[in-house]
Structures are given as structure tokens and as C-alpha cells.
């Protein structure tokens, strides 16, 4: 008797560095879970059925992204999208929204974002009590960054809340102290048991190595790959307190966006062998207001004309970011027993134009989505 599956798919190439596979394959989905992954040339049919087969014909199918850094928030935050009409229709199956609620708007937050998108979502919630629910900015007076209100949003999150965003950014009041700040939101963070989503200051005020120095392993600096006053590069050369930072077991995050991405320091960096170790794409209603194509293949994309290979970055949007969520036995990966979360990407046959935040443009093939299945069920 032939097994039965709801979904099989059969792809030309299938790419998962968390399981070792690469080359042609034949993944079968019952229930939302991959029960199935045949590798090699196979046909389908006999002894396998199912209530959809997909063939591909071109393409690389990879587990269903996971974006460590974007903006999905139905309400209340300046930069909010929706992730399931911006996000999950180019590949990511699975998202951290970087700061989009505090202490002061979790709950609504939780109610209808998180419970509210067939996107899988999590918080990593702003140290700042309020979120990104002022269009002025963040932190315009000390009581907004509150120890107390912050471990106690985080407790009463519980599942739905990753850790604790601290972006020290911006900060509207000049009498406040960034460092203070940051200080005060690890010091949530350590009371929780939670890390961090850091961003820097993005400016020479406060030294880079200072900043570094308070973060703790597993913590997360996003715009890593950042242009300006206060990069992580100096003269020509990586600063030494990133290596440092690193060592140390500090992780360093891509944070796209729109001007938080420079081709200069990326191609530094990737030239002296420091990698991100996740690639996100700090989605937000920029992008969707100005109809942009800003997803995690075009980000992955932008890392290879910089001097990274496919391979290296496929696994920055799928098993790495997963394992920061605490979530890699489960997503990010295809094998027997994982969540069945696919995408599908193909590469273009013409160079294109990408561009960085200082606004220089670069041309290279350009990877783009093509199909996303969520939970086994074609989106």
C-alpha cells in the first residue's frame, strides 16, 4: 500500500545545513511535520501518494526562514507591518519583532499580533515602556526604562516573549546617559534569565569597545554590518573589542533595514573572515510605504556580493537564527520530525541593482522567493 502523505514536494536541490543535506530530494508532510526526506533522483508515485504533490522544476528549497529582526505589529508601533501579507509570502515562515512593544502595550500586543498572524512571532520586548508607540522616538524621560516593569512584562509574556530589545539609538532626553540605559536593560535581562537584541548608539559619543564590554554571551548586536560613526570599523581594519565580543560569545546580527547596512563595512568584515552570525532583514513599514522587494533573499543576496557563499548565508536565515530563538530541534531545518516550514528561492540570470544605506548601488544575481510552506500548507 502506497504511504500516504498531505503534501509532497520534489525539488531539483534541497539545502539544509542543519541536517547535512544538499542535492535532489523528494520531502513528504503529514500533520505539519516533514515525516519524509528522500534524497536522490526519485520519482513520485508508487509506493508514495499524497493530497498535493509540488514539483519543482528549478530553485533550491530550503526550511522556511527565519527573520531574527523585523517589525510584524497590527498596531501600536511606528514601524509595524503586517508579517502575514509582508513577511511570510517572501519566505519567512517565522519572525523576532525587534522592540515593537514594551511594558505598557505587551498584552495588546501579544493579543493581536502575536495570536493574530499566521506567522509565527516572537517578541523581544522594548526596554523602553512604551515601545515604538511614540512617532518622536523612544526614552525621553529615565522612568521609561524601568528594571521592575520590564522583568515583570517579560514574566507575564512567558513563551511569547524571547528577550528583552535594547537599542540605545535615538534616545530623545540629552540628559540621559545611553550607557545607563543599557545598563539598566541588561540588568532586566540578567534578573529574567533572557538575552538581548542590542543596537548601538550609531555614533562616536560612546565608544564601540564600551558598549561591547557590557553585553554577555548569547546577547545579539543587530546592525552589525552598520556605516558611520561607531561601526565596527576603524581605518580600514574590524575594531579588536568585536573580535573580543566575540570570543566571549556575543553574536552579531545584520539588521538590514534602510540605513543600518553599509557594502564598505560588510566587505571589511567578510574579508578578514568575521561572518554575521544571523542575517535578518529589519523589515518595517518603510519598505512596505515605498513598495521596496526587502526580504531575506535579498539580503543574503547583498552578503555574497560582498564575499560570503550561498551556502554560508542559507544557514544564517534558517538553523542559526532558529538555535537563538531556541527553537532549532524544530524549525530551520528539514529532516524527519521538524516543523514542515519550507521555502522555496531561485536566482535570477541577470545582475541587478542592490543598494546599501549610504546609497551606493552594486549589481549582482539577485535571489528571490518563490513559494512558502507554513506548517504544511502552501501559503
Known sequence: MAEQFDLVVKAPRIFCAASGVDGQSVVGVRDGVIELVDLGDQSIGAPISATRIVELTEGVLLPGLVDLHAHPAKSGSKFGIDADRDLLPRGSTTVLSQGDAGARNLDRYVNETIEGSRTRVKLALNFC???????????????????SACVDAVRRGGSDVWGV????????????????VMRRGIAAA????????????KNAEVPLTEQLALLRPGDVMTYCFYSGHGSIVEDGRLLECVWEARER??????????????????????????LPDTISTDYYLHHYSNGLEHDLPYIVSKMIEVGMKAEDCWSRVTSAPAKVLGMGESLGRIEV????????????SE??????????VRYGRRWRPKLTILGGEIV
Open 165 to 180: 530589545s535594547l537599542n540605545i539609538a535615538l534616545i530623545q532626553n540629552p540628559n540621559i546617559d545611553p550607557l545607563e
Open 351 to 360: 545582475e541587478e541593482p542592490m543598494t546599501d544605506g549610504r546609497g551606493e
Open 249 to 274: 560569545g556575543v553574536l552579531f546580527d545584520v539588521g538590514d533595514g534602510a540605513a543600518a547596512f553599509g557594502f564598505d563595512v560588510a566587505e571589511i568584515a567578510v574579508s578578514e573572515g568575521f
Open 337 to 348: 520530525g521538524a516543523v514542515a516550514d519550507l521555502c522555496v528561492v531561485e536566482l535570477g
Open 190 to 201: 540578567d534578573e529574567v534569565g533572557c538575552p538581548v537584541m542590542f543596537g548601538a548608539t
Open 129 to 147: 515602556a512604551e515601545g515604538e508607540s511614540n512617532p518622536n522616538g523612544r526614552f525621553f524621560s529615565i522612568d521609561e526604562a524601568s528594571v
